[in-house]
C-alpha cells in the first residue's frame, strides 16, 4: 500500500474507533471502493499467538469500518465473507480472533464467530495489558478453539 494511502487509512481508522492505543500495521487490507474513495475495510495479521500451552497460527481480524453512509447495506459483511476465504484458502489458518465493541457482537455472531470467555493479554510500548472488551474468535473446519488464557504476543489489531 503506499505511504499516502496508509496514511489517510490509518488516519480514518484512528477518527473513526478512538484509538488511544498502539495497534499493529496490517499485512493485508480488504476494501469496498467506489471511484477511489474508501467505503469499508477489514484488515489482516496472521501471528502466532499463545493459547494456553499452545502455539496457534491465528488470522487477528480489525479495522472493520464502513463509512457511515454506506453502513446496513453488506459492504461488512462481504469483505468478511472475503477475509474468511482468504485466511482458510490463502494464508491455510484454521482460526481467527477479533476485539471489538459490544454493540458489535451481534453482528459478528450472525457472521459465525463466537465470544471468547477466556483472558487475553496484549502488548504495549508501556508493558503488557489486558484486554477488557470483547474477543471473538472463529474456527475453520472442525478444529474447537483451544482452552486457556491467550497472549497476542504483540500489538493488538
Not at 42 to 58: A, E, K, P, Q, S
Not at 144 to 152: K, N, Q
Amino acid at each position: 500500500m503506499p505511504k499516502r494511502s496508509r496514511e489517510e487509512l490509518v488516519s480514518w481508522l484512528a477518527d473513526s474507533f478512538q484509538w488511544e492505543e498502539r495497534y499493529a500495521d496490517f499485512e493485508w487490507h480488504l476494501e469496498a471502493l467506489s471511484r477511489r474513495k474508501r467505503l469499508a475495510h477489514v484488515g489482516l495479521v496472521r501471528r502466532t499467538i499463545r493459547v494456553g500451552d499452545r502455539d496457534v497460527d491465528t488470522a487477528l481480524v480489525g479495522g472493520v469500518l464502513t463509512e457511515p453512509s454506506w453502513r446496513h447495506r453488506g459492504l461488512a459483511t462481504v469483505l468478511m465473507g472475503s477475509a474468511d476465504s482468504f485466511v482458510t484458502q490463502t494464508l491455510g489458518l484454521r482460526y481467527g480472533l477479533l476485539l471489538c465493541s459490544e454493540a458489535l457482537v451481534p453482528l459478528y455472531e450472525r457472521l459465525g464467530w463466537a465470544l471468547l470467555r477466556s483472558p487475553v493479554r496484549y502488548h504495549q510500548p508501556d508493558g503488557p495489558r489486558r484486554r477488557s472488551g470483547p474477543t471473538m474468535v472463529i474456527c475453520y473446519g472442525d478444529a474447537p478453539w483451544p482452552t486457556g488464557p491467550v497472549d497476542l504476543r504483540g500489538l493488538p489489531v
